[in-house]
């Protein structure tokens, strides 16, 4: 099976190379020789920059926006008061803040002067109403609300100056109150309902360095340089291409259409790494890419079904399969990565197929045909579904595998409840601070209508996060990575890197190393 999946990309790519010019830098309409130009390295003001991406935005509201695609197009506009990360703290629309002694306290100070994209200032007031408005659930984005399921209380001190009142110790708040991302109050205050409110989809009023020029739904999101955000912006536009089909993206980006390209398979990264108009940046993607099991589905209620699955699987042979290169990928072992604050190097599940048939087979799962849905605007998915196909085919389980777009996806895998399906391949960022990762694996989680897990995971998280002693911590995200393993909740399937290829006058890309990538987008700037 690894065989024919090298086979299908090479078969891919050699098409795409046929219909690019084989690589061999020459336009697509002329044939005529591109010629290449000098480049000094020296900064030039302005420019533009357009990256494709898979599947657009569904709105312009970022409270909405679920998976990675959404929440990179509009990260240019919609500033976080500051991000914890596991060095440093970066600030944005917020100055700095405080903790008191006891925990239960946060005093957060805005910058001063700021404003929102149509010219209004930004203040306190408009972080109370944010805090107003996402309480009330019909809103559906409580994010920053509530600690252990008790709400928080939030105090004006003045007009740039406010302070949340937690009601019980919560050590990953600050990372959630700095990845904080505000609606202007100005804009939304008469609305009933923001969750269906149709300035959803006209207005896009934001706080950060790009603002919302135009949408073209389906086609095309313009982001313009916002004159009044506090600090200078290089960049006069951004524009996200909605381009589906990869082979389409790589002939735009070989055509000088785009100016990023990710790169997903070692013979693309060997391509674009040797061609001298390109440069290749890889950043640790803080993202484990997994096989998770239905809770709904009569087959994968049995913990001792999930098990045979989990020894049926050889993770290695998937990633190798899927990815070609350890510089793409490596295998996953665990559900956190090394980017998290507490990070434990535990074994993953062992393969064994002559277990695994005697499992299969004692679970009742030989000859039974399984359902797996997967992203099909994911990178790297599809190929993945196959070998698992394959495998297991060979102890005994008949699969059938569906992809669907992001948004089809997201619907089907976390908010409907049914078992239609039995298995399902997803990713998931993980990075920083681990109780971020609740979501994820616990029944208390707001993406926990499949998911197969026990009160123990429940319990480990709210005790994870009700204590600030790190070696406590430490302690107990280790219990719950074994726990989570024990409980055969998902099968961590692959640690990737994030990497692109640019264009060469594009410069600043690697300078904050976060995925999804261009946390600050006024870091980056064009050269001769």
């Known amino acids: 099976m690894k065989k024919r999946i090298c086979m299908l990309l090479i078969a891919t790519l050699t098409v795409g190379m046929l219909a690019a010019g ?32 898979p599947t657009d935005i569904s709105s312009l509201n970022i409270w909405f926006e679920t998976g990675d695609e ?26 700095k803040y405080e903790v008191s002694d006891d925990g239960l306290e946060v005093t ?10 149509d010219g209004e200032k930004i203040t306190a007031d408009d972080v109370i109403w944010n805090f107003e408005v996402k309480a009330n659930p019909d809103n559906k984005s409580s994010s920053g609300t509530k600690v252990n399921g008790k709400p928080v209380s939030v105090e004006k001190i003045d007009e740039l100056t406010f302070k949340v009142i937690l009601p019980e110790v919560s050590a990953s708040y600050i990372a959630t109150l700095g990845n904080l991302k505000l609606l202007p109050k100005h804009v939304y205050e008469n609305e009933a309902n923001i969750a269906s409110s ?52 790589e002939i735009a980006f070989e055509n000088g259409e785009l100016n990023i ?41 049995d913990v001792a079904a999930r098990e045979a699955i989990a020894t049926a699987l050889n993770v290695p042979e998937i990633v ?11 295998a996953a072992k665990t559900v956190f990565c090394d980017q998290n604050f507490y990070y434990k190097d535990i074994d993953g599940y062992k393969y064994d197929g002559e277990k695994a048939k005697e499992l299969v087979k004692a679970a009742g799962l030989e000859g039974k045909t399984m359902k797996l849905v997967y992203n099909s605007s994911r990178a790297n998915m599809e190929d993945c579904a196959l070998i698992i196909q394959q495998q297991l085919k060979a102890v005994g389980i008949n699969l059938e595998i569906t992809g669907y777009e992001t948004q089809g996806f997201f619907e089907k895998f976390f908010y409907t409840d049914l078992g239609d399906w039995d298995l399902g391949l997803n990713g998931y960022s993980t990075n920083g601070d681990n109780q971020g990762d609740e979501y994820m694996f616990s029944k208390e989680g707001f993406l926990s209508k499949n998911l197969c897990t026990t009160d123990e995971i429940a319990t480990l998280w709210n005790q994870g996060d009700a204590t600030n002693d790190a070696k406590e911590r430490a302690e107990i995200y280790a219990d719950l990575q ?23 006058k594009l410069k600043g890309c690697d300078a904050i190393n976060v995925v999804p990538i261009f946390e600050d987008y006024t870091q980056l700037y064009m050269t001769k």
């Open 261 to 301: 390209l990710r790169v997903t398979t070692a013979d693309k990264l060997a391509k674009y790494a040797s061609d001298d108009r390109y440069e290749i940046v890889s950043l640790n993607e803080g993202r484990i890419n997994y096989m998770g099991f239905n809770s709904n589905s009569e087959l994968m209620k």
């Open 482 to 504: 074994q726990q989570i393993k024990d409980a055969y909740t998902m099968v961590p399937i692959s640690d990737c890197n994030f990497i692109v290829a640019v264009d060469k």
């Open 22 to 53: 084989c690589g061999s830098k020459q336009t697509e309409n002329s044939g005529e020789p591109v010629q290449k130009e000098e480049t000094s390295g020296e900064k030039v003001a302005g420019g533009s920059i357009v990256r494709g991406m």
């Open 70 to 95: 959404g929440l990179t197009m509009l990260k240019p506009v919609y500033d976080p008061l500051y991000i914890v990360s596991k060095d440093e703290v970066r600030y944005y629309l917020a100055e």
């Open 108 to 117: 957060v100070k805005l910058r001063d002067g700021l404003k929102w994209h």
């Open 320 to 330: 190798d399969g899927a990815y070609g290169s350890e510089e793409i990928a490596k």
């Open 198 to 249: 149709e300035l959803n989809m006209t207005q896009g009023v934001g706080s950060g360095p790009y603002k919302v020029k135009e949408w073209k739904k389906g086609e095309s999101l313009t982001l313009e340089k916002f004159d009044g955000y506090y600090k200078e912006a290089n960049l006069d536009t951004v524009v996200f291409k909605i381009t589906p089909n990869e082979s389409a993206q």
